[in-house]
């Protein structure tokens, strides 16, 4: 499963905020949608949140294992 969980993290400490990324860097309403709700996106858009927030994919998305592996 992915988990977007240290996305939250990661936006919190560089101090910015779901309005900026939308406003500022065009990230639609509808991706912070598909995160909460741990639905499949695009590397695309992935790319778009590293590139606003200035980070690394890790800090955007984890792998989780499922446990039944």
């Given at each position: 499963?992915?988990?977007y969980d240290v996305f939250w993290e990661?936006?919190?400490?560089?101090?910015?905020?779901?309005?900026?990324?939308?406003?500022?860097?065009?990230i639609s309403e509808s991706v912070f949608?598909?995160?909460?709700?741990?639905?499949?996106?695009?590397?695309?858009?992935?790319?778009?949140?590293?590139?606003?927030?200035?980070?690394?994919?890790?800090?955007?998305?984890?792998?989780?294992?499922?446990?039944?592996?």
């Amino acid at each position: 499963m992915i988990s977007y969980d240290v996305f939250w993290e990661t936006m919190k400490r560089k101090g910015m905020s779901q309005y900026r990324l939308t406003k500022d860097f065009k990230i639609s309403e509808s991706v912070f949608t598909r995160m909460r709700r741990r639905d499949y996106l695009g590397l695309r858009k992935v790319e778009d949140l590293c590139r606003a927030l200035d980070c690394d994919i890790s800090d955007i998305v984890r792998y989780v294992p499922d446990e039944k592996q």
